[in-house]
């Protein structure tokens, strides 16, 4: 069987492509999953019955990851608040900040139907091996790519207030339920 990889910003996905080398076809995470190169690769799939898979991650660890990514590429200033970040409308801003921006069920929903497998963040490096495992792929490295050096010393219960949760489970509450995710901080 043939996977194809439906890549979702803000999940793990450079370390998934990584994972992927040249052995799993993947879609371009720089457009949406509905623009013609993608929706081919996933029509093709579709129709030669691939195994499509993607990543998720839970909102509240996703949520920061997003607004500190949005500041590193310029989308935002420096000084754009958390609280901004997740009341600001992306809509009129250039592709790469709605899709950085976008929840998961947004940038996922016109394929989520067709996705065959979920794999947590939470859980990568296990599900990824058990991909090897089930689908005869050839044993992989699971190096974590991209990760943001803020979270090497990134306390969430301390940023967490509960404004600052109810701002999370508001702009996300769909991914919450979709993806099965706590909507307590129990990190």
Same mark, same amino acid.
């Given at each position: 069987?043939?996977? @194809? ?23 371009? &995470? ?19 019955? *691939? ?24 989308? &935002? ?21 709605? &899709? ?7 940038? @996922? ?8 497998? &979920? ?25 974590? *790519?991209?990760?943001?050096? $803020?979270?090497?010393?990134?306390? *969430?219960?301390?940023? $967490? ?5 109810? @701002?999370? @489970?508001?702009? $996300? ?7 099965? $995710? ?6």
């Amino acid at each position: 069987m043939r996977l @194809l990889y439906i890549r979702a910003p803000k999940t793990g996905s450079s370390t998934t492509v990584n994972w992927c080398k040249n052995s799993v076809a993947r879609t371009d &995470i720089l457009n949406f999953l509905d623009e013609e190169e993608n929706l081919q690769k996933i029509n093709r799939a579709i129709k030669n019955n *691939y195994l499509i898979f993607t990543t998720v991650r839970n909102p509240f660890t996703r949520a920061i990851s997003q607004w500190k990514h949005m500041i590193e590429y310029g989308c &935002i200033k420096e000084t754009f608040t958390f609280e901004e970040f997740m009341t600001f409308d992306f809509k009129e801003s250039d592709k790469f900040c709605r &899709i950085h921006s976008s929840s998961l069920n947004e940038y @996922l929903s016109p394929f989520l139907c067709k996705i065959t497998k &979920i794999i947590k963040m939470e859980s990568l490096e296990n599900e990824l091996k058990k991909l090897e495992t089930d689908h005869n792929l050839s044993v992989r490295k699971v190096g974590f *790519y991209n990760k943001g050096q $803020y979270l090497n010393s990134f306390d *969430y219960k301390d940023f $967490y207030t509960q404004d600052r949760i109810n @701002l999370v @489970l508001n702009k $996300y509450e769909d991914d919450f339920d979709a993806f099965n $995710y706590s909507k307590s901080i129990d990190f």
